[in-house]
Every structure is written in C-alpha cells, then in structure tokens.
C-alpha cells in the first residue's frame, strides 16, 4: 500500500528540472525573463538611447542622425568642462565626508546607546520624518534661515556677536554643502544603522577583556565590521550629489555650477545630443568612483 501511495504521489507531483528533461539552467533563465526584460526596457534601452543620441548633430532648429565625435571633443576639450567636473567632484567629497561623519555617529548612539529596540524604532522613524516632504521643500526651507534677514543673521546681531549681516551663508557653496548634507545624510544613515545592528555585542566584550579601550575596540572591532554598510551609504551618497543640479542652482543663487546644472542648461537650449554625451562621461565618471568603493569594500557581507 505504501509504494502504491507513494507512486500515485510521483505521479501526481508535476516534473520539473532534470525530472522533466529540462535543464536546470534554462528553467533558471526563464524564472528570470521578466527582470530581465523590466531591466532592459527600463535601465539598458533608456542608456543605449542616451549613447546613440550624443553622437548625433545638432544646431537651434533640432537634432539630425549622424555619427559625429564632435560633442565628445567639445566636452573633454574644453577648461570650462573640466572646472566644472571639479566644482562637482569638491561638492561630492565634502559631502561625503560629512554625511559619512554624521551617519555614522547618528548609528552607532542608535545601535549601541539606546537599548530598547521599540526606542530604537521610534528615533529611527523620527529622523526619517523631514524626508517625508520633498526635497525642494526641505532645500528651499534653508534660504529664511540663512538670508541676510534670516534667522541665523538675526539671532547672531541681537546678541551682540556680529555687527552686520554674514553675507556667505546664503547663496554661496557653504549653502550647496549645507543643504546637500541635509537631504543626504539619512541615506547613509540607514545602510551603517543595518550593518551595526548585526554586530554581536560578545565582541565588544571580548575586546574589552582582552584589554582594550573604548577607542580601540571602536577602531578595531566596530568601524571594520561597519565597512559594507559604510560602502552602500557611500555609493547612495556619490551617485545623487554627482546628479544634483537643483540643490546647485537654488542655493548658491547661480555662482556655482555642476555637472548635472550643465546638462540642465544645455537641455533646456534643446542641446540634447551635447547633453547627452556629457551625461555618457558623468556615467563612466560614477561607475569608476562606485568601483573604487567596491573595490575597497566588499559589499556581499550586506547583501
């Protein structure tokens, strides 16, 4: 009775795999079509159109097929490329920098300095409250604070601290960089809080046993475990300063340019073929800077 039951179960049970002479690996692409398919209409068709698009010509009436490395040349030739490219990559490291200084202290008193994890939750959704609203919100809500009549200018004249208004906290890089900090910081928050919740206290423990101090046991034991959470902030953080033009335009009140506010530019002149060969060089640019990070950190511990 059992090997009746158990043959009409095989036989019941649908064949798959090596059972129903398939390959396993043609099963596993045909589990995968549809990524594959929304990756490519939605990633690799959008970037191959940008490629196609920057080798063609263009002048004020609109933009022709052709096959020309003129706006390749107009771009890397050019000084004005170059200082801009500069301007944006001295926005990105000082905003890494900050961000990763901040987010990283902001995890570690998350993770380690507060115990109850329902507290934890609470002080995690309260930092993510400003992200609520949109960006230009959140960037524009710095220019009252920081105008010549604004907040910061005032409270610093009432007390007696300074004589006149600081005409440098507005309009100006100190704001780009203010109000970049703001609206990334929690995107490297979030990756370092995740890889420091991971951490077994035990070493800490078993550092402090074997004599080491608080600095030492955060140098040695907590930053290197911290590495692929820092690595995934780093990537959020590089890739959305490199293509911030808004943030640029608005808070240094047009002084300042990027890369992203030159594509704007020349898209709004219908430049569209220069725009988009500048976007093909800004996308080798931040593809480099990502695989320097995960060249340094590998990032597979998080994923």
């Given amino acids: 009775m059992a090997t009746i039951a158990s043959s009409h179960t095989a036989e019941a049970t649908p064949k798959t795999g090596r059972g129903s002479g398939v390959p396993a690996w043609a099963v596993s692409y045909l ?24 080798f063609w010509d263009y002048d004020f009436a609109g933009i022709y097929p052709a096959f020309l490395t003129t706006n390749y040349t107009d771009t890397l030739g050019s000084w004005v490329t170059w200082k801009t490219y500069l301007n944006t990559l001295k926005f990105t490291a000082i905003v890494w920098a900050l961000t990763l200084f901040i987010g ?40 009252p604070v920081l105008g010549r009549n604004g907040l910061v200018n005032s409270a610093l004249i009432d007390m007696g601290l ?24 929690l995107f490297m928050v979030t990756p370092i809080f995740n890889t420091l919740m991971r951490i077994d206290c035990s070493l800490f423990e078993a550092a402090r046993d074997a004599g080491a101090s608080g600095w030492q046991v955060l140098w040695n034991v907590v930053i290197p475990l911290a590495k692929p959470g820092m690595a995934i902030g ?41 725009a988009a060969a500048n976007a093909v060089v800004l996308l080798i640019v931040v593809l480099l800077m990502v695989a320097a990070i995960l060249r340094i950190v590998d990032i597979r511990k998080e994923l």
């Avoid at 640029?248 to 073929?273: D, E, R």
């Fill in 104 to 143: 990283f202290w902001v995890a570690y008193f998350l993770a380690f300095h507060i115990r109850r994890t329902s507290t934890q939750m609470i002080l995690f959704l309260v930092c993510t409250v400003p992200f609520m609203t949109s960006n230009i919100i959140r960037m524009i809500s710095w220019i």
């Fill in 234 to 274: 780093s990537i959020f953080v590089v890739t959305l300063v490199m293509a911030d033009f808004s943030t640029v335009q608005v808070m240094s009140g047009g002084q300042s340019a990027s890369i992203a506010l030159m594509m704007k530019n020349q898209m709004s002149l219908l430049q569209y073929p220069a």
């Fill in 162 to 185: 300074i004589p006149q208004p600081i005409e440098w906290l507005l309009y100006s890089d100190f704001a780009v960089v203010l109000a970049m900090v703001h609206l990334y910081t």
């Fill in 31 to 54: 589990q995968a079509t549809p990524l594959f398919l929304i990756l490519g209409f939605f990633f690799l068709l959008p970037i191959a159109m940008i490629g196609v698009v920057s």
